[in-house]
């Protein structure tokens, strides 16, 4: 193996199941389920999904959910926007936390 | 269908077989499907290659360079074909139908014998140069106008079908809007085929934003929405091996293949017939120079429409047509 992470892993994800069955079995049919038209669009959860998977940096997830969200019918700039949010969320999440770092520094400086 | 011919491995791709993908006649025997003709209804009428654009995913190679147009003679024949059998759908198509010089006469001259008669339009052909004309035209004659829109994104609409047309494209829509077109009798449908080496979205869903965004943003409304995949024929196909992605969408194609799709495909109640007036089971055919019927026929020698349960000509981009919901 030259990587961890290789392409044509992705399709052997249901083989996870082959010693775990019904615990695949909920997980996938989950799976599923969320993922369906519900409230939210197909379209849209792809579009949540891509953004999730960049967060989590999962190459799998962003390799399903690029090709997903292009057959739900959205576009790159849809997409772009879409990372941009999860970008936001990690970074202001950092940067908030520079209110803790402001809290100690108040308290133990003059 | 004979058993040993659907089971022989060499679903060629022009030459070249593409490695992990079960010929598309073997799937259909795996399925114990046979796909035959039904009753024939409806004539697709290919009256050119020559086009004002060049589509990146155009499986005719369709572009301002071809010479390939349909002349009078030809349309004569088809007419008189539509005369004599009475479809119930006639299907103008192209290359862009409108820089046919006798396009005028075939639709004044197949408008009377046909219940539905379609015109397929990129947008751009229909309004550019002195063809306004061609818009009242429609109008007059009550042509359904398919007119091709594959992305609400200026970009992602430019990629697939060149700088310029997606402007184009709206204010056309506008204008076929402001005669009536998709707010009266007069139908205007929309065409969505992905831009790039992946599958169409559902169509009922693409539909429902399409109508959304179209509506707030341009104010353009549209009467139906069909979403296909693209062919891996011509251009797009270049494109495919070029850019190496021929094997996966072929592989995609092939795993979204479903049995359901078979009895409702167009080529089961079709007849394609080309610039030069000969016939096929659908314009992917056509493209593929697969004929009707096995043989080479023209237009003026139909002796009768294809009999039901007559074979299809088939190969491995008929993947295209069964992935999914289907194209139909």
Redesign the interface.
């Known amino acids: 193996m030259e990587t961890y992470y290789d392409p044509q892993d992705l399709p052997k994800f249901e083989e996870i199941g082959r010693d775990a069955p019904e615990l695949a079995k909920k997980f996938f049919d989950y799976y599923q389920a969320v993922f369906a038209?519900g409230e939210l669009?197909?379209?849209e959860k792809a579009l949540i999904a891509l953004a999730v998977a960049h967060t989590v940096q999962c190459p799998y997830c962003i390799d399903a959910y690029t090709?997903a969200c292009?057959?739900?019918?959205s576009?790159?700039?849809?997409m772009s926007e879409a990372v941009h949010v999860a970008v936001a969320i990690r970074g202001g999440a950092s940067l908030v936390h520079g209110v803790q770092m402001r809290n100690i520094a108040g308290r133990i400086s003059l | 269908m004979d058993q040993t011919q659907s089971l022989r491995p060499s679903e060629e791709f022009r030459g070249r077989r593409i490695p992990h993908i079960e010929p598309f006649r073997q799937s259909l025997a795996h399925h114990g499907i046979e796909l035959t003709r039904g009753q024939t209804t409806t004539l697709q009428v290919n009256v050119g290659l020559i086009c004002n654009q060049a589509c990146h995913h155009c499986h005719l190679e369709a572009g301002p360079d071809r010479r390939e147009v349909m002349d009078a003679r030809t349309v004569a024949a088809v007419v008189a074909c539509a005369d004599r059998f009475r479809f119930q759908v006639i299907d103008i198509t192209g290359g862009a139908p409108e820089l046919n010089p006798n396009l005028r006469e075939l639709i004044e001259r197949l408008s009377p014998l046909v219940p539905r008669l379609m015109l397929r339009s990129n947008l751009t052909a229909l309004a550019e140069g002195n063809r306004d004309f061609l818009m009242d035209l429609c109008r007059d004659n009550g042509v359904v106008i398919v007119a091709s829109l594959p992305?609400?994104?200026e970009?992602?609409a430019e990629s697939q079908r060149g700088r310029g047309v997606f402007r184009k494209s709206i204010a056309t829509l506008q204008r076929l809007n402001a005669m009536g077109y998709g707010r009266s009798h007069l139908e205007l449908d929309l065409v969505?085929n992905?831009?790039?080496a992946?599958?169409?979205?559902?169509q009922e869903?693409?539909a429902r934003?399409f109508r959304q965004v179209l509506e707030r943003k341009w104010g353009i409304t549209f009467n139906h929405l069909f979403a296909f995949a693209n062919v891996p024929l011509g251009r797009f196909r270049h494109w495919l091996e070029r850019s190496g992605n021929l094997e996966t969408y072929m592989a995609r194609l092939a795993a979204g293949f479903n049995p359901c799709a078979v009895p409702g495909l167009m080529c089961r109640t079709m007849i394609s017939v080309s610039w030069d007036g000969f016939l096929f089971d659908c314009d992917f055919n056509l493209a593929r120079a697969l004929p009707l019927g096995g043989r080479r026929t023209h237009i003026s020698e139909l002796g009768d429409l294809p009999a039901p349960g007559a074979p299809i000509a088939v190969s491995d981009h008929c993947y295209t047509c069964t992935a999914g919901a289907g194209f139909t």
């Open positions: 038209e669009t197909e379209r090709r292009l057959e739900k019918g576009n790159l700039a849809e | 992305s609400l994104n970009a992602q969505v992905p831009t790039g992946f599958l169409p979205p559902s869903q693409t934003r």
